[in-house]
DNA sequence: CGAATGATATACT
DNA sequence: GTATATCATTCGA
């Protein structure tokens, strides 16, 4: 087992870390419980360049003000008044990348995450969507700076057996309004997910 | 399909 | 300061 250390997420290019993200587990210390699950799909935003991206043309405001910083931070948003959207903010200071996490597997904690989600189902599947992996850790917008670094989230390395020619790269969600960048093949996620994987191999009574 | 729901950015006075 | 449009979405019919 490794955290990953800041010097994973300051390297200058966002799109190997979204694609080296799949296969990683997210953990939460959070209300003294641990929850935590693996990253199956993420999608890069690529800083100034990218219309996409809260940070398009160097927009600096109150609340994109944490992606400026070095990689290695937590960038958490609400998002249509609702959600709570969990990016890791990536790249050396100045350089405002970030990753959306989109899909986790539950690794720990399944209990607790299905409690936060007010869901009864007693299965493995995937949360699947961006707002339902944050409401599944616990992981709320007032949280948005928290240091991945930290005690109470951060992203392990669990050596998981993730067929890395099974990741596939497609266009991103809901960025119409972005034009051609929304053509982008920034998204990353593993295909045939429903049929690849054993799952119940990834809970952490695997991994111990 | 459409509603829910509120912070944020931007363009004004 | 005030007004308004816009969301990196989800849920239920």
């Known amino acids: 087992m490794t955290v990953l250390t800041p010097d994973f997420y300051r390297r200058e290019k966002v799109l190997p870390i979204a694609r080296e993200l799949i ?3 997210l953990y939460t210390h959070i209300g003294n419980r641990i929850t935590a699950g693996v990253i199956t799909e993420t999608e890069a935003y690529a800083g100034i360049m990218d219309r996409a991206s809260h940070a398009y043309g160097g927009r600096l405001t109150g609340r994109t003000s944490v992606m400026y910083e070095p990689g290695g931070i937590a960038y958490i948003y609400l998002c249509y008044g609702i959600h709570s959207l969990f990016n890791v ?3 050396p200071a100045g350089i405002p990348h970030a990753v959306l996490i989109r ?10 995450m299905q409690k936060r989600r007010n869901t009864q189902k007693q299965n493995l599947h995937p949360f699947t969507g961006p707002a339902k992996v944050a409401q599944a850790l616990g992981l709320h917008y007032r949280m948005t700076g928290e ?3 930290g005690n109470r989230v951060w992203i392990e390395d669990r050596n998981l057996p993730i067929p890395h020619s099974l990741i596939r790269s497609t266009p991103r969600i809901g960025v119409d ?3 051609s960048d929304a053509l982008l093949p920034y998204r990353f996620m593993i ?3 429903d049929t690849f994987t054993p799952w119940k191999s990834f809970t952490s009574d695997f991994y111990p």
Request: hydrophobic share 45%; proline share 4%.
């Open 23 to 25: 296969g990683k587990v």
């Open 89 to 91: 903010v990536t790249g």
């Open 103 to 112: 899909s986790v597997v539950p690794f720990e904690g399944l209990a607790l």
């Open 147 to 149: 240091n991945l670094s």
């Open 177 to 179: 309004y972005a034009g």
């Open 191 to 193: 295909e045939n997910i």
